[in-house]
């Protein structure tokens, strides 16, 4: 009986002194922290890099590839000897328009269109009178006289009675023919289109 009772107690010894151990060796866990979403650094370090950037990309496209970029568009080569010709020609139409105001005009005779929405209850009779600068002008536009005809029986025939009976209308009729017959010929200038004959019955 001793003999079990001292085995007994070492071993309840040995236990006791292995379950302190075991504590004082076993790792204590750190407590978890959280860490908020909205994290300051960014804000004080991030959006003044942020706005930075945007300089720099600003500043290095605005001064250096922009202007290169304007150089490449304009260094195409047009022949010199073209533009002085364009500015020559540019110039002595204005002095042409100037100096020869009524001195080259060529006419287009009794044109007689239905006005538009009039089925054919209304005629417009007109005659007008085309200013030129240039006499070669005025003989492009009488070798093209059915083209220019045909021009402003359309811009005159798309237009309703209404339209064409306001007195006020009539300067913007003008430099639509104007415009149309300039479209249709684009080497005659035409300084001013004039109305001979104006009459709706």
């Not at 003989?139 to 025939?157: C, N, R």
Request: proline content about 5%.
């Amino acid at each position: 009986m001793k003999k079990m009772n001292g085995k007994m107690e070492n071993e309840e010894k040995k236990v006791r002194e292995s379950v302190p151990q075991a504590e004082e060796t076993a790792p204590v866990p750190e407590p978890i922290v959280k860490k908020s979403g909205f994290n300051m650094k960014i804000i004080l370090f991030g959006l003044p890099l942020f706005i930075l950037q945007l300089v720099i990309v600003y500043f290095v496209t605005a001064n250096i590839l922009l202007p290169k970029i304007n150089q490449g568009i304009t260094s195409i080569e047009i022949p010199r000897d073209t533009l002085a010709e364009n500015k020559t020609a540019q110039a002595a139409d204005t002095a042409y328009q100037q100096n020869s105001l009524g001195k080259y005009i060529y006419s287009v005779e009794d044109v007689i269109v239905n006005p538009a929405g009039t089925n054919g209850q209304k005629l417009l009779l007109s005659s007008l009178a085309f200013d030129l600068p240039r006499e070669e002008y005025q003989k492009e536009m009488q070798s093209k006289e059915i083209l220019v005809k045909d021009k402003i029986i359309s811009i005159l025939s798309s237009k309703t009675i209404d339209q064409l009976s306001n007195s006020v209308y009539k300067d913007s009729l003008r430099t639509e023919i104007s415009n149309g017959v300039g479209a249709l010929l684009p080497d005659v200038k035409i300084n001013k289109v004039y109305f001979s004959k104006y009459i709706i019955n």
